[in-house]
């Protein structure tokens, strides 16, 4: 009869000891994430080559294409050949910790055309949800999905 009420006893112990048990309330808490670090959902179109001074919260980048030709046959020069074919400058600028600005300009064939390519504002109200104003150039299918920089092997 001891022996069972023993057993009775320890069985009794390993149900109410969990019971028993304290769990810390800290753990229970939710600490509220910063998000003031993360980058936008819509960061890709800042991957640039960009130029920053010190602390200052603008940036300025961009990318040339032109040809050089010095053409000759048999000793006989034609001279030098210079062309350029593009130049385009970014300039952007973190305006806040929610709000991004960044603009692209682009000359071609010297200055005969200028073109904004990309002018946008960016607001984070969230970091799932974001909006962006301005001159966008969309990606469509195989369409823009790289610019010039990035063709060209500039990161």
């Known amino acids: 009869m001891k022996a069972k009420s023993f057993f009775l006893f320890l069985i009794s112990l390993s149900l109410i000891n969990p019971l028993l048990a304290q769990i810390d309330p800290s753990l229970l808490r939710r600490l509220p ?11 890709a179109v800042y991957n640039r080559p960009f130029i920053g001074i010190g602390k200052v919260p603008v940036a300025l980048g961009g990318y040339v294409e032109a040809n050089w030709q010095h053409l000759g046959t048999d000793g006989v020069s034609e001279g030098h050949q210079f062309q350029m074919r593009r130049l385009t400058l970014f300039v952007s600028s973190t ?8 603009s692209e300009i682009e000359f071609e064939d010297g200055t005969k055309e200028i073109n904004i390519e ?3 504002v960016d607001f984070e ?4 949800f974001n909006l962006r ?20 092997g500039i990161y």
């Open 33 to 43: 994430k910063d998000t003031t670090n993360l980058l936008l959902n819509l960061d």
């Open 95 to 102: 305006i806040s910790n929610r709000i991004k600005f960044l």
């Open 118 to 120: 990309f002018a946008a």
């Open 125 to 128: 109200f969230h970091p799932l």
């Open 133 to 152: 104003g301005g001159v966008v150039l969309n990606p469509i299918g195989a369409f823009n999905q790289k610019p010039g920089w990035s063709q060209m």
